[in-house]
């Protein structure tokens, strides 16, 4: 049975600055989302938040980029917009950046991570959400996940696995995209995805065309549509897992450094990204540091068991500890690189708009 996993998320508002969404607006999601779920429309459906970004998760036979599945997200989206407005939240649909629905989600503002699969007799996977970075965040953790045998020893030991996997690879910048192939061109996608403000890991395969896809993140760049800095992009990201993928623990094993991530506070930082669960999802410390969640799945016939909270979890207290020391640690650089972004990387944020004033005030050096 071919089976489409949906997860569409925004910011739509958040109480006290870019902390945490209300209870109160998750609830008039869950409400509109509900309808669907009643009408048949989808087959299952879990809603949380990760700090200040509203998730949506829905099961459906519609395939990807059914016009029907976005527009439902989309008004119950909006319908949490219209209420974290008319009670002030900080932000209120700061991630909707188009009214008129045109057939899909994309381009709208809303990210966007959706998968369809023929499903397994036993179907887990994993959704990681992030909140106060870029869709790049996912690029360390993905490629260690599906092509570092470091991290993942079924690529040497599982028969199912050890051919490697497909990476879809995007050019976010030129809308170009590439599919590579590890292990024999790794070199050449590292060459890529190392640097990930401009290359980002889409999709992942598996080269048994019978198992189809192993992962997917959103890829949308709120810049892009906005054409101005208007909040980070906070990805998502789904992974499959078993059976042909890599185990739940070699998944969860990518996010086990910490690794430096762009975003933290007004989206100009470099931090740490720092694995949690939910009730640690909001970021308080310089809007910070970045993190992120991840729920875990059961699955059958489209039909979802409840989420297990994989962060939740002391045998990620060390990372978290070493993300703290490093938080520190870049913080005290304060409005010096490497902390900050460099230029190159900030030309979306208010940056440009303090610079400018100081242009013609530069003379040739003699």
Not at 259 to 278: A, C, D, F, K, Q
Not at 290 to 314: H, I, Q, W, Y
Request: glycine share 10%; with cysteine; hydrophobic share 35%.
């Amino acid at each position: 049975m071919k089976i489409t996993v949906t997860l569409i998320k925004a910011d739509i508002g958040s109480i006290g600055g870019h902390i945490r969404t209300c209870d109160v607006t998750t609830d008039v999601i869950c409400q509109a989302i509900d309808e669907a779920h009643q009408s048949g429309l989808i087959i299952d459906y879990k809603i949380w938040n990760a700090g200040d970004d509203s998730e949506i998760l829905m099961t459906h036979t519609r395939g990807v980029d059914d016009e029907k599945i976005h527009k439902t997200a989309f008004d119950a989206l909006m319908k949490g917009a219209e209420n974290a407005k008319e009670r002030g939240l900080y932000g209120a649909g700061q991630d909707i950046l188009k009214e008129a629905f045109s057939g899909n989600v994309r381009g709208m503002g809303p990210g966007v991570a959706e998968m369809e699969f023929e499903e397994r007799p036993a179907e887990p996977f994993v959704v990681f959400t992030a909140d106060k970075t870029a869709p790049g965040a996912y690029n360390y953790p993905i490629y260690r996940v599906f092509a570092d045998p470091f991290n993942t020893a079924g690529l040497v030991i599982d028969p199912k696995m050890h051919d490697g996997f497909i990476f879809e690879v995007f050019d976010i910048k030129n809308d170009k995209m590439v599919k590579m192939e590890t292990p024999a061109e790794t070199y050449d996608l590292l060459a890529l995805i190392g640097s990930t403000e401009d290359y980002v890991i889409k999709r992942v395969y598996s080269k048994d065309e019978s198992r189809g896809i192993g992962a997917v993140i959103s890829t949308e760049k709120l810049y892009a549509v906005a054409g101005k800095y208007v909040g980070k992009d906070d990805p998502a990201a789904i992974v499959r897992a078993q059976s042909g993928f890599p185990a739940t623990g070699e998944v969860l094993e990518g996010f086990a450094l910490g690794h430096l991530v762009t975003g933290w506070m007004r989206g100009s930082h470099n931090g740490p990204l720092m694995p949690v669960p939910l009730h640690y999802s909001q970021c308080t410390r310089f809007d910070g540091p970045p993190r992120v969640t991840g729920l875990a799945f059961s699955m059958k016939n489209g039909v979802l068991t409840e989420p297990l909270d994989v962060f939740d979890d002391p045998a990620w207290d060390l990372t978290r500890d070493q993300c703290l020391y490093v938080m520190d640690y870049m913080r005290r650089h304060g409005p010096f690189e490497p902390h900050r972004l460099p230029p190159s990387s900030m030309e979306y944020t208010t940056l440009p708009n303090v610079l400018k004033k100081l242009q013609n005030r530069f003379k040739p050096i003699k």
